[in-house]
T-cell receptor
Protein backbone atom coordinates (compact mmCIF):
# COMPACT_ATOMS: atom_id res chain seq x y z
CA UNK A 1 0.00 0.00 0.00
CA UNK A 2 1.13 3.53 -0.71
CA UNK A 3 -0.71 4.87 2.30
CA UNK A 4 1.08 6.51 5.15
CA UNK A 5 0.68 5.12 8.61
CA UNK A 6 -0.54 6.98 11.62
CA UNK A 7 -0.39 6.11 15.25
CA UNK A 8 -2.06 5.79 17.51
CA UNK A 9 -5.21 4.72 15.69
CA UNK A 10 -7.24 6.06 18.60
CA UNK A 11 -6.43 8.41 21.45
CA UNK A 12 -8.58 9.38 24.42
CA UNK A 13 -7.55 12.23 26.71
CA UNK A 14 -9.03 14.71 29.19
CA UNK A 15 -9.68 18.34 28.37
CA UNK A 16 -6.60 20.44 28.97
CA UNK A 17 -4.15 17.65 28.16
CA UNK A 18 -1.94 17.61 25.08
CA UNK A 19 -2.54 15.21 22.20
CA UNK A 20 0.23 13.91 19.96
CA UNK A 21 -0.35 12.04 16.71
CA UNK A 22 2.34 10.58 14.50
CA UNK A 23 2.55 9.95 10.78
CA UNK A 24 5.08 7.92 8.82
CA UNK A 25 5.41 7.91 5.06
CA UNK A 26 7.34 5.92 2.51
CA UNK A 27 8.83 8.23 -0.12
CA UNK A 28 10.55 11.57 -0.50
CA UNK A 29 8.12 14.43 -0.19
CA UNK A 30 7.89 18.14 -0.99
CA UNK A 31 5.53 18.83 1.88
CA UNK A 32 3.19 17.16 4.30
CA UNK A 33 -0.26 18.30 5.31
CA UNK A 34 -2.58 17.62 8.23
CA UNK A 35 -6.37 17.52 8.01
CA UNK A 36 -9.18 17.20 10.49
CA UNK A 37 -12.50 15.42 9.99
CA UNK A 38 -15.46 15.84 12.30
CA UNK A 39 -17.80 12.87 12.37
CA UNK A 40 -19.83 12.61 9.17
CA UNK A 41 -18.25 15.68 7.57
CA UNK A 42 -15.66 16.49 4.95
CA UNK A 43 -12.01 17.02 5.77
CA UNK A 44 -10.68 20.45 6.69
CA UNK A 45 -7.09 21.53 6.11
CA UNK A 46 -5.14 22.39 9.27
CA UNK A 47 -1.53 23.02 8.33
CA UNK A 48 1.12 22.37 5.67
CA UNK A 49 4.81 21.90 6.43
CA UNK A 50 7.40 21.98 3.67
CA UNK A 51 10.27 19.52 3.42
CA UNK A 52 12.81 22.22 4.30
CA UNK A 53 10.94 23.08 7.52
CA UNK A 54 11.39 21.19 10.76
CA UNK A 55 8.63 22.73 12.82
CA UNK A 56 5.57 24.88 12.26
CA UNK A 57 2.98 26.39 14.57
CA UNK A 58 -0.60 27.48 14.08
CA UNK A 59 -2.50 28.48 17.18
CA UNK A 60 -2.59 25.43 19.48
CA UNK A 61 -1.16 23.19 16.75
CA UNK A 62 2.49 22.30 16.41
CA UNK A 63 3.71 20.15 13.55
CA UNK A 64 7.18 18.67 13.22
CA UNK A 65 8.75 16.98 10.24
CA UNK A 66 11.78 14.68 10.21
CA UNK A 67 12.57 13.84 6.60
CA UNK A 68 15.46 11.54 7.60
CA UNK A 69 13.00 9.34 9.49
CA UNK A 70 10.14 9.99 7.05
CA UNK A 71 7.87 10.97 9.89
CA UNK A 72 5.78 13.86 11.14
CA UNK A 73 3.91 14.60 14.32
CA UNK A 74 0.94 16.80 15.17
CA UNK A 75 0.68 18.17 18.68
CA UNK A 76 -2.53 19.78 19.93
CA UNK A 77 -1.92 21.66 23.16
CA UNK A 78 -4.49 22.35 25.88
CA UNK A 79 -7.08 20.21 24.11
CA UNK A 80 -10.79 20.97 24.21
CA UNK A 81 -13.86 18.78 23.79
CA UNK A 82 -14.38 20.50 20.43
CA UNK A 83 -11.06 19.00 19.23
CA UNK A 84 -12.73 15.57 19.16
CA UNK A 85 -12.32 14.44 15.56
CA UNK A 86 -10.22 12.27 13.27
CA UNK A 87 -6.88 13.65 12.14
CA UNK A 88 -5.14 12.67 8.91
CA UNK A 89 -1.73 13.36 7.47
CA UNK A 90 -1.36 13.63 3.69
CA UNK A 91 1.66 13.84 1.39
CA UNK A 92 2.37 14.13 -2.30
CA UNK A 93 3.56 11.01 -4.06
CA UNK A 94 3.96 10.93 -7.82
CA UNK A 95 1.47 13.72 -8.41
CA UNK A 96 -1.10 12.22 -6.07
CA UNK A 97 -2.01 13.28 -2.54
CA UNK A 98 -1.89 10.18 -0.33
CA UNK A 99 -3.63 10.13 3.04
CA UNK A 100 -2.75 8.22 6.16
CA UNK A 101 -5.32 6.05 7.87
CA UNK A 102 -6.03 8.62 10.56
CA UNK A 103 -6.01 9.00 14.32
CA UNK A 104 -9.35 9.20 16.10
CA UNK A 105 -9.05 11.68 18.96
CA UNK A 106 -11.58 11.83 21.78
CA UNK A 107 -11.31 14.67 24.27
CA UNK A 108 -13.43 14.17 27.37
CA UNK A 109 -14.76 17.20 29.26
CA UNK B 1 -18.88 30.95 -2.39
CA UNK B 2 -20.48 27.54 -1.96
CA UNK B 3 -17.06 25.81 -2.10
CA UNK B 4 -17.24 22.16 -3.17
CA UNK B 5 -20.74 20.79 -3.64
CA UNK B 6 -21.47 17.08 -3.93
CA UNK B 7 -24.75 15.47 -4.90
CA UNK B 8 -26.44 13.27 -3.93
CA UNK B 9 -25.61 13.06 -0.23
CA UNK B 10 -27.06 9.57 0.07
CA UNK B 11 -27.75 6.89 -2.53
CA UNK B 12 -28.73 3.23 -2.48
CA UNK B 13 -28.05 1.15 -5.58
CA UNK B 14 -28.57 -2.43 -6.60
CA UNK B 15 -25.66 -4.48 -7.90
CA UNK B 16 -25.13 -3.81 -11.57
CA UNK B 17 -26.79 -0.40 -11.66
CA UNK B 18 -24.87 2.63 -12.83
CA UNK B 19 -24.91 6.13 -11.48
CA UNK B 20 -23.03 9.42 -11.42
CA UNK B 21 -21.85 11.31 -8.37
CA UNK B 22 -21.75 15.00 -9.10
CA UNK B 23 -19.08 17.41 -7.89
CA UNK B 24 -18.95 21.14 -8.56
CA UNK B 25 -16.67 23.87 -7.24
CA UNK B 26 -16.99 27.62 -7.63
CA UNK B 27 -13.45 28.60 -6.63
CA UNK B 28 -11.93 28.32 -10.12
CA UNK B 29 -9.66 25.53 -8.89
CA UNK B 30 -7.57 23.70 -11.44
CA UNK B 31 -7.09 20.51 -9.44
CA UNK B 32 -10.02 18.23 -8.59
CA UNK B 33 -10.06 14.71 -7.20
CA UNK B 34 -12.25 11.92 -5.92
CA UNK B 35 -11.50 9.84 -2.82
CA UNK B 36 -13.33 7.00 -1.17
CA UNK B 37 -13.27 6.51 2.58
CA UNK B 38 -13.77 3.11 4.15
CA UNK B 39 -13.51 2.18 7.85
CA UNK B 40 -9.92 1.52 8.83
CA UNK B 41 -8.64 2.40 5.34
CA UNK B 42 -8.42 6.16 5.48
CA UNK B 43 -8.94 7.96 2.17
CA UNK B 44 -7.90 6.38 -1.10
CA UNK B 45 -7.58 8.35 -4.32
CA UNK B 46 -9.80 7.16 -7.17
CA UNK B 47 -9.20 9.67 -9.99
CA UNK B 48 -7.91 13.19 -10.28
CA UNK B 49 -7.71 16.04 -12.77
CA UNK B 50 -5.22 18.90 -13.09
CA UNK B 51 -7.40 20.90 -15.45
CA UNK B 52 -10.25 20.76 -17.95
CA UNK B 53 -9.75 17.90 -20.40
CA UNK B 54 -7.07 16.20 -18.28
CA UNK B 55 -7.73 13.25 -15.98
CA UNK B 56 -5.58 10.52 -14.46
CA UNK B 57 -5.94 7.45 -12.30
CA UNK B 58 -5.35 7.30 -8.58
CA UNK B 59 -4.80 4.32 -6.30
CA UNK B 60 -8.16 2.57 -6.81
CA UNK B 61 -9.59 3.53 -10.25
CA UNK B 62 -11.19 0.23 -11.28
CA UNK B 63 -14.96 0.41 -11.73
CA UNK B 64 -15.01 4.21 -11.97
CA UNK B 65 -14.88 6.72 -14.82
CA UNK B 66 -14.37 10.47 -14.74
CA UNK B 67 -14.37 13.34 -17.19
CA UNK B 68 -13.52 17.04 -16.87
CA UNK B 69 -15.22 19.07 -19.56
CA UNK B 70 -15.28 22.27 -17.51
CA UNK B 71 -13.15 23.74 -14.73
CA UNK B 72 -16.12 23.65 -12.34
CA UNK B 73 -17.40 20.08 -12.68
CA UNK B 74 -15.84 16.68 -12.07
CA UNK B 75 -18.42 13.88 -12.10
CA UNK B 76 -17.60 10.34 -10.98
CA UNK B 77 -19.38 7.52 -12.80
CA UNK B 78 -19.91 4.04 -11.42
CA UNK B 79 -20.27 1.83 -14.44
CA UNK B 80 -21.76 -1.31 -12.86
CA UNK B 81 -22.08 -0.98 -9.11
CA UNK B 82 -20.74 -3.72 -6.85
CA UNK B 83 -21.13 -4.18 -3.07
CA UNK B 84 -17.39 -3.47 -2.73
CA UNK B 85 -18.14 0.09 -3.87
CA UNK B 86 -20.22 0.75 -0.77
CA UNK B 87 -18.35 3.68 0.72
CA UNK B 88 -18.32 7.38 1.44
CA UNK B 89 -17.06 9.37 -1.53
CA UNK B 90 -15.39 12.75 -1.22
CA UNK B 91 -14.64 15.26 -3.91
CA UNK B 92 -11.82 17.71 -3.24
CA UNK B 93 -10.29 20.61 -5.15
CA UNK B 94 -7.22 22.81 -4.96
CA UNK B 95 -6.05 26.03 -6.60
CA UNK B 96 -2.72 24.34 -7.32
CA UNK B 97 -2.40 22.14 -10.39
CA UNK B 98 -0.01 19.83 -8.59
CA UNK B 99 -1.45 17.55 -5.94
CA UNK B 100 -0.07 18.24 -2.54
CA UNK B 101 1.28 21.66 -3.37
CA UNK B 102 -1.67 23.39 -1.82
CA UNK B 103 -4.61 22.99 0.49
CA UNK B 104 -7.42 20.65 -0.57
CA UNK B 105 -11.00 21.81 -0.09
CA UNK B 106 -13.42 18.95 0.49
CA UNK B 107 -17.10 18.46 -0.15
CA UNK B 108 -19.35 17.02 2.54
CA UNK B 109 -19.35 13.54 1.05
CA UNK B 110 -21.74 11.19 -0.75
CA UNK B 111 -22.72 8.04 1.10
CA UNK B 112 -23.29 5.16 -1.29
CA UNK B 113 -24.70 1.75 -0.42
CA UNK B 114 -24.71 -1.03 -3.01
CA UNK B 115 -27.01 -3.94 -2.23
Amino acid sequence: SQQGEEDPQALSIQEGENATMNCSYKTSINNLQWYRQNSGRGLVHLILIRSNEREKHSGRLRVTLDTSKKSSSLLITASRAADTASYFCAYNQGGKLIFGQGTELSVKP
Amino acid sequence: NAGVTQTPKFQVLKTGQSMTLQCAQDMNHEYMSWYRQDPGMGLRLIHYSVGAGITDQGEVPNGYNVSRSTTEDFPLRLLSAAPSQTSVYFCASSYSRGAGTGELFFGEGSRLTVL
